[in-house]
């Protein structure tokens, strides 16, 4: 029996317009439509997986806005069990180290953790570092960039890929945390009748008071800030290249005028 948590994030959807918001440079959630991050499908995808081979229970944590609810309510939908919801004003402008912080301290109120399982990074910060932070935090063994995952009693063995190294064979006794890559699954779509039941699975909604951590967390505490931001220049239009006869040539001098060769 394998009790297994998962990470899960809300993030703009990434066909959106993003920007970060003028008065203090943080992310502008309101700007673009909100979505459950892809890697966090895959992720929940391998937690049903392994469920389903070893029985257990999957509990989805998240922290974020109350519009997050939408992207708990879809992982409840794909299959699992009951959430952990931390939304609270107090969080805004939290950074790797207060979002992983603030993980943990929500891990902790799940009972009998066998194995944390988070993709390896999101969409929106593209940091990659909260599975390593938070495994760091609770003190477990990390298995990160996973491709392919195995649970046997009380081991989990993991392929991972890296571009630099390749494929290494990892194995960790359990519990341990996890986070995987896009080659990990194909995630299931919702059905009507996992969209109905989602509807009457717990969500345990918490703040950072209950945490324990009113007052540590938040842009004001945040250990890294955004000073400046600017919108992207608008595209310019590119430079025409008519070919008689000399076009490699002229090619050739535009490259060398941009210092490209």
């Known amino acids: 029996m394998t009790n297994i948590v998962v990470l899960v994030k809300q993030v703009p959807d990434t066909y959106s317009e993003r920007k970060l918001a003028a008065g203090d440079n943080t992310l502008d959630r309101e700007a673009a439509d909100a979505v459950l991050d892809e890697i966090n499908e895959r992720a929940i995808e391998e937690a049903l997986v392994i469920k389903e081979a070893n029985e257990g229970e999957v509990t989805v944590v998240c922290v974020g806005p109350d519009r997050a609810n939408d992207a708990i309510r879809k992982a409840l939908s794909m299959g699992a069990d009951k959430a952990v919801h931390v939304s609270d004003e107090a969080l805004h402008g939290a950074d790797i180290l207060q979002t992983s912080k603030v993980l943990a301290k929500a891990v902790g109120t799940v009972e009998g953790v066998d194995l944390i399982i988070a993709g390896n990074e999101a969409s929106d910060g593209r940091g990659g570092a909260v599975p390593a932070v938070l495994a760091e935090l609770l003190g477990l063994p990390?298995?990160?960039?996973?491709r392919k995952v195995t649970v046997e009693g009380g081991t989990v063995k993991v392929e991972r890929e890296t571009a630099d190294e390749g494929i290494t064979?990892?194995?960790?006794?359990l519990p341990a945390l996890i986070s995987v890559n896009e080659k990990i699954n194909e995630p299931r779509y919702p059905s009507f009748k996992g969209i109905m039941a989602a509807k009457k699975k717990p969500v345990e909604k918490l703040t950072a008071a209950d945490l324990g951590l009113d007052g540590e967390v938040g842009l004001a505490?945040?250990?890294s800030t955004v000073l400046e931001s600017a919108p992207k220049p608008p595209r310019e239009a590119g430079q025409r290249v008519d070919d008689e006869g000399d076009g490699g040539v002229k090619v050739a001098e535009y490259l060398a005028s941009q210092k490209l060769i």
Do not use: K
């Not at 990390?142 to 996973?146: D, G, K």
């Open 142 to 146: 990390q298995l990160t960039h996973a």
């Open 169 to 173: 064979h990892l194995e960790a006794s």
């Open 221 to 223: 505490n945040a250990a």
